[in-house]
T-cell receptor
Framework: AQSVTQPDIHITVSEGASLELRCNYS??????LFWYVQSPGQGLQLLLKYFSGDTLVQGIKGFEAEFKRSQSSFNLRKPSVHWSDAAEYFC????????????FGQGTRLTINP | DTGVSQDPRHKITKRGQNVTFRCDPISEHNRLYWYRQTLGQGPEFLTY????????KSRLLSDRFSAERPKGSFSTLEIQRTEQGDSAMYLC?????????????FGPGTRLTVL
């Protein structure tokens, strides 16, 4: 069965500092991996996705993520955070077949200090 | 294209009452998903439709829950005899079946509070 673990429930960083959010997944085949962001009262917005190919993927809002098969990880990074990045971040894995439903981690809440 | 919309955005009800939520997907998206998100957790899959056919249901979807998509466009999710444990955000997503993997676009959700 698919599963996703986000080890950090809450992270606080200063504005302008770099950011890395961790994500580990468990999946028997080639995973389809996603990072979503959710602001208060909003739905989920897709930041980036990995299907195949280059293991470093670029997303919107200056985010990137690196797929490491040997570590079953798909960590999200940003070189310099902005106050507007404060939100909840979810890593998810999807299957190619069938429903292609998403399995989400429990999320990491990001707080930005001014 | 106005995105996925959900109605209502908030619903407060008393235990034992029935509630119904509506989801309008992006037009021409033939797949529609329902997820439930409880406080402090990520969304969990409930069910999905391809056109009007409901093809998969999670074991999270008890007998009190029913979903429909009668004409392959909008969908409704009904919860009968609500319980306090049903309090959650109910998210709808849609996608177009057009390739190997099809991105899901999420609506803003309906937040249900059961008193």
């Amino acid at each position: 069965a698919q599963s996703v673990t986000q080890p950090d429930i809450h992270i606080t960083v200063s504005e302008g500092a770099s950011l890395e959010l961790r994500c580990n997944y468990s999946y028997g085949a080639t995973p389809y991996l996603f990072w979503y962001v959710q602001s208060p009262g909003q739905g989920l917005q897709l930041l980036l996705k990995y299907f195949s190919g280059d293991t470093l993927v670029q997303g919107i809002k200056g985010f990137e993520a690196e797929f490491k098969r040997s570590q079953s990880s798909f960590n999200l990074r940003k070189p310099s955070v902005h106050w507007s990045d404060a939100a909840e971040y979810f890593c998810a894995v999807g299957a190619l077949q069938g429903a292609q439903k998403l399995v989400f981690g429990q999320g990491t809440r990001l707080t930005i200090n001014p | 294209d106005t995105g996925v919309s959900q109605d209502p955005r908030h619903k407060i009800t008393k235990r034992g009452q029935n509630v119904t939520f509506r989801c309008d997907p992006i037009s021409e998206h033939n797949r529609l998903y329902w997820y439930r998100q409880t406080l402090g957790q990520g969304p969990e899959f409930l069910t999905y439709f391809q056109n009007e056919a409901q093809l998969e249901k999670s074991r999270l979807l008890s007998d009190r829950f029913s979903a429909e998509r009668p004409k392959g466009s909008f969908s409704t999710l009904e919860i009968q005899r609500t319980e306090q444990g049903d309090s959650a955000m109910y998210l709808c997503a849609s996608s177009r079946l057009a390739g190997a993997y099809n991105e899901q676009f999420f609506g803003p959700g309906t937040r249900l509070t059961v008193l």
